[in-house]
């Protein structure tokens, strides 16, 4: 059977050249960058070239403001509430977008049971936060700005630029949370006027394990965790080294290739779209038309009147991986809070399915990928009381409305007895 | 990859990958359809009775893997019972016939109960003369 990864928001595998460069520090090179003899002086010169690797990514001031730790949610967290508790006395307000990651979400809630308040900026139906909103957010004591960059789930591409002016002006740190554009995305904290970005390179073919919070001086940050003085007394915890080591090659080569990267993988996701568009009825994008606005790896499908998990498991069966934010792929049963923050209907969240490229597809997967896509669809309807009742006229399209028949979500709650959520 | 590694065990995939008795049935004598408030999957279920017994059933999803093979599970399983037998149908019986389901996918195997409990409903409705003894406490009682 074939294989296509077409899940690569999830993550992506280590590179060759990576995984090679990161194997000496398993074995040989092993010491504690924290030790004073050679086996740690030796490793803290290669955790040093690391921070530069990663500065160059995103064009950091300085490489001490790179920050190691576990991971991507590990970034954010420390992000969110280190500044948050660092500038207590300043102010206890954050203004965050609603379509953050749920790394950001739940540490503010985290925050709000702990004397913090926190003001939501809303998204448009394709998912962007209109800087004008996020300025108008804006209190006396607010002492974080947060909006990601790439959205996670439906790829849509925040104007950070002018946010980062607003918070500028204001002299609010802004924090970026890049987990889901870092190495796909160019990026420049110093002309954005971001103050704290989180990353990881597992997402552009670097090894789990390892996150990276960049944090500039001006920025006031203290440290959640708590125990020896690594990072600057910010993280307490010995460094993942060869971690770090495969996690700045790739962030080095992800800078060298990102064009080709881009062009190709928005090459092949308007051909995925188009393929899918002209195959397949009833089907719809969510988030922006692929171009400017919409990160190059990211297509978030909603195929009407049938389930996103079901699709899913027939895809896995046909070798194609992707993803879902529909409410049967959630452990909490709840359609994904990004789908819901752009208003999609329930129906067409519960059909939702992810595909994001890397590098690696090509146009051979992609049309393999139509062409199965389109009998897994056909497959699942027929299964589908609603699809039977869509022709029928019992019920209507949302997609595109015939007239007839009352709305999915109206013949739902009557079988039910109650709305979905 | 060699092995393949699935979200559910080998009968849950079964039921979801060659579901059976999937479809609609013509003349079907009593007709269920319900829906999952928690997550919104919806659940179709037609019964064929002949002399108070369940001569065929079908049923239609719109749902996820473990709510397809939970109706195909269902469906089978209540063939061949008598009315009075399928009203006391539980979910439990679905779910051990699929050799368990996730705890979070619990709910699906009760829609599938849901859907043959309101199929029934339909048919005594449509039939009340021919039952008037045998019912289950939770039903409606019929007009007489």
Known sequence: MRHVFLDHQSTTPVLPEVFEAMRPYFTEVFGNP?????????????????????????????????????????????????????????????VVSETEHPAVLSSVEFLEKHGFTTSKVKVNPVGWSDPADVRAAITEKTTLICVHYANHDIGTIQSIQEIGKIATEKGIPFFVDAVASAGWLPIDVQTMGISLLSLTPHRFYGPKGVGVLYRNRRARLVGVQHGGVQEGGRRAGTENVPAIIGGGLAAEIAMREMPTRIAHTAMLQKRLWEGLKKTIPYIKLNGPEPGPQRISTNLNLSTEFIEGEGQLLLCDMNGIAVASGSSCVSKSLKISHVLAAIGLDHALAQGNIIMTLGKDNTEEEVDYVVESFQKIVQKLRGMSPMWDEFEKGIIDSVIKPTGRGKSFSEHAAAVSGKAAH | MSD?????????????????????????????????????????ISLKIKDGKIEDARFKTFGCGSAIASSSMATELIKGRTVEEAMSFSNQEVVSALGGLPPVKIHCSVLAEEALKAALEDYQKKHPLLHTASRTPQLQPMAV
């Open chain 1, 34 to 94: 924290s030790s004073l003899h050679q086996h740690g002086l030796r490793v803290r010169d290669a955790i040093a070239k690391a921070r530069s690797q990663f500065a160059t990514l995103i064009n950091a001031e300085s490489v001490d403001d790179i920050l190691f730790v576990s991971g991507g949610t590990e970034a954010v967290n420390l992000a969110v509430k280190g500044v948050a508790y660092a500038n207590q006395r300043k102010g206890n307000h954050i």
């Open chain 2, 4 to 44: 393949t590694y699935t979200l559910y065990n080998s009968t849950v995939m079964d039921h979801f990958m060659n579901p059976r008795n999937m479809g609609d049935l013509k003349d079907a004598d009593g007709i269920g359809e319900v829906g999952a408030a928690a997550c919104g999957d919806i659940m179709k």
